[in-house]
Each structure stands twice: as structure tokens, then as C-alpha cells.
């Protein structure tokens, strides 16, 4: 590694460039997939290449090979830079980059037991009971699945970089459905597992098969369940449902590029413009805390370095409420961070294959849950005191504009609150309203006790697309006056 990182900086700086860094990536991935009593597809894949950035002129170059040779390196480094020069034609400002502590060093994602010394045997015969148990409580129909990644990478660049790392992500999940056949009605339910940045021993302990057996019952009750009044109600949140909550109306409206209207043609740009840092009250001035961390346990998007080689840090994105920090990489920093006030390198680059070129991703973004003293606080304490309102598990689905500012979201079980008690299953459950509306609208954060990640193995941005997992931390949560529609369809 570190003889074809010399390859490709020594060729680079002697054909012009400023500077210049290389990933040497390795990618594994499998799956196995199981529908009813048997075994639907297993797969695994490996890639394995490199791609070299430099920086000539104040313009960006990048060329990138599944071919690893030091010949082909020494090529690709000389293309790339050709491809800087011909980019000067468009440029409009140069790309500077702000000066970074060199990093020498290595990081692991902490895991107890590798994914893929666990056979294929054994990760079929725990997706077979997953299913027997669905179908035992009254499942029509259900898939289930198990991913399992690895992410083994090198960067070393010309300001003295020389970084080794291993990501290792897994990712339980099922789908059930119950079909009424006198009605022709049907009830879904996704398992509340979610991906997780951590080994094996994450899928032992979660308990799949149980939560099959209780997700089957609860489709049962969907299809016998009552469809939801609208109306303004209050809302009791889990943590497995706020992840996706977070991700859409804070995650990604506090990108920097998304902010400045370089991120549109995927998913739109923000509300959360530039003249709004520090002064934006994005919600609740008692409640609402929100923090970015690329080194928290057990986080999709967390790791020791980015792909810019800057060491991984944690930074509040809102703090009491108010927006008072973006999302940004080394670039960003070096153009606007005077400009913005904020100068902290954050850590934020990442690039989703090695012939991706690295742009501004976003790192775990967590609700932090209130410090109640030890006192244990989650949903029956803040049930006890809504008159009526609806409790939600899971994540559904969701509709949020362009600039991230009105959004809907739906769930996977619906309960209502009558007079401070959970009551029954509902049906036909989404809610409505304005970012700052809703976080507003916030007036009770659970203790750390029933903090949970939850997140996406596949977030979408930039073009071509490429793909970063994330994850979003959250406790209980209640809302007040939230805008509940009914969902339901006649025909």
C-alpha cells in the first residue's frame, strides 16, 4: 500500500499537482434472503480498486482503477492530472483547502464477531426461524434478510496522510403481510431492527424471531384496527420511528451544499439557508439538542478519519434549540468558513466506492435524550399526560419537499392515547407540519435509558448517485398539537 501510495503522489506533484492523496479501497458484501420456508437468494461480492485526486491550479482532477498495479497508478495519477487541467476551462473560483494535522494511523469499528466467519448456513437457519415464527402467529406472506458489510480502505495523501481502516456494518430486517381473504384487505409490518455499525453480535442479541411472532399478531390487529380521527393530537414518538424523523428534516437540510444550492437535483437543497446560522430557531429551547458524531458506538457513518484525512470529531448541529452548525468537509471550510463564523474541521467527506470522487456526507445526527437525574422517563410518563393523541413505533413512510421544509411521515404501528392511557391500535396514521413547527411543537425528550440508533444503509445523494450509511439517535419523544391526517382510501 504505502509503495503505490508513493507512486501516485510522487507522479502527481511531479506532473504539477498541488496536492494529491489516494484511496486504495476494498469492498465485501453479503446477503441472504429467505421468503416463507425457504431460501430465496445468497450473494457475495468483493471489489477492489483505487482513485487518485489531485489538485492542480485551484482545480480538482480525479481518475480511478479496478486495475492495481504500480504501473497503473502512475498512469492514473498523470490522467488526473490531465483531467484538472482540462476542468480549468470551467472553473470559477479556485479550490483552496484549509492545513490539517497530519494523520498517521489505523481504525477498526469495534466488533466482537466477524460477520462473515458466521456461515451462510448459520445466517439461513436464523432467517428460516425468523419466518416459521411469523407464520406460526398468522403471517401470509414474509421475506427476511441479513446484510453484512465491510469496508477495508487506505488514504494517504501529500500532506503527510498514511491512514488504514475497517468498517463493518450488518443489518437484520423482515417484512410481513396478512391478507384478509373475505375482504381482500391486507396489513404490513417491518421489523423495528435497523442497520447498525457494529459486528454479529448485534444480530445474536436482538431478539428477530420473537419480535416475527409479535410484528405477525400486530398485522392481525392492523386489519381489525379502528382508522385514526384527524386532527390536531399529540404525539408520542419511539426512537425507532424519530431516526428517519432526524434524517429528513434535520440531517439533511444542515448540509452545507444542500444550504448554498450545490446539492439540488437529488432530493432539493434547504431551508436552513446561511444568513439562518445562529440565529434560526430550528425548535424547542428546552428540548431540542442535536448533535453530529462520526466516533459514536456502534454508528453507521462512524470511523477514525474521513476521506479528506481529517480525524473524526462530534459538534453540535442545534443547540438549545438553535441551528449553530453545518455539515462540512476541508474545502467547505477553507471558502466559507471565515465567512460563516465556524472553522472547525468536522470530518464529513466521504466517497462510497474508489472510483467515487469524496464530497460532503452526513455524520450520525442524534437527538440527545434529558438528563432526568437517573430517573427513568419514556413513554408512560409522557402518555400520563396527553388527552389525546396517538403513539407511534417504527418507521414508514415519507414525503418532504424539496428545501426539507414541509414533510409527512407515516410509521409501522399506531396506538391511541385517550386521557392518559395507551389504548388501541389504529390504522391509516400519518402526520403533517413545518420543520420548525414540529420541533417546536417538542415539549418532552426520555432519559438516556431508552436511547436507540436507528438508520439507513443506503442514503441517496449527489450525481451520479452514490450511497453513505448513517444512523440517528434518539429517546422517546412528545409532541403537542401535531397535524394527524387519515391516510385511509375508499374505493
Known sequence: MQDLAAVALET?????????????????????????????????????GFGVRVLVDGVWGFAASARVSKEAVARLATEAVAIARANRASMREPVELVPIPQAVGTWKTPILKDPFAVSVQSKADLLLAINAAALKAGASFITSGIFCTEEDKAFASTDGCDITQVLTRVWPLFQITVVDKATGRFANRFSLSTPSGTGWEYIEGYPLVEEAGVAAQQCRQKLAAKSVTPGKKDLVLSPEHLWLTI??????????????????N?????????????????????????????????????????????????????????????????????????????????????????????????????LRPYDWGGKKVGWEQMVADVKDGVLIEGAGSFSIDQQRYNFQ?????????????????????????????????????????????????????GQPVQTNSVSHGASWCRFRSVNVLNTGRKI
Not at 492523496?21 to 469492498?27: E, G, K, P
Not at 434524517?247 to 439540488?264: C, F, K, Q, V, W
Not at 434560526?280 to 479528506?308: E, F, H, I, P, R
Not at 420543520?435 to 435509558?449: A, E, I, K, R
Open 12 to 48: 502527481a506533484r511531479s506532473k504539477g499537482a498541488s496536492y494529491a492523496d489516494i484511496r486504495i479501497n476494498r469492498y465485501r458484501q453479503q446477503s441472504v434472503f429467505a421468503r416463507e420456508d425457504h431460501i430465496q437468494d445468497a450473494a457475495t461480492e468483493e471489489r477492489y
Open 409 to 461: 411521515f407515516g410509521g409501522q404501528v399506531f396506538w391511541e392515547i385517550k386521557n392518559g392511557k395507551k389504548g388501541a391500535m389504529l390504522r391509516d396514521v400519518a402526520y403533517q407540519a413545518r420543520t420548525p413547527q414540529f420541533w417546536g411543537s417538542l415539549d418532552m425528550v426520555g432519559s438516556p435509558h431508552f436511547y436507540k440508533l436507528g438508520g439507513s444503509f443506503f442514503d441517496g445523494k
Open 266 to 366: 437529488f432530493a432539493g437543497t434547504s431551508f436552513v439557508t446561511p444568513d439562518q446560522l445562529g440565529k434560526l430557531q430550528y425548535g424547542s429551547a428546552k428540548w431540542m439538542n442535536v448533535v453530529a458524531d462520526k466516533t459514536q458506538k456502534d454508528g453507521l457513518a462512524t470511523c477514525g478519519y474521513d476521506d479528506d484525512g481529517v480525524k473524526t470529531t462530534e459538534f453540535d448541529v442545534v443547540k438549545d434549540g438553535r441551528f449553530v452548525g453545518y455539515q462540512t468537509i476541508r474545502e467547505q471550510v477553507a471558502r466559507y468558513g471565515k465567512q460563516l463564523g465556524d472553522t472547525r474541521l468536522k470530518a464529513c467527506c466521504y466517497a462510497d466506492d474508489f472510483a467515487s470522487v469524496p464530497f460532503q456526507r452526513m455524520p450520525n445526527i442524534s
Open 247 to 264: 434524517h429528513e428534516s434535520i440531517g439533511h437540510p444542515t448540509e452545507l451544499d444542500r444550504a448554498l444550492g450545490y446539492e439540488a
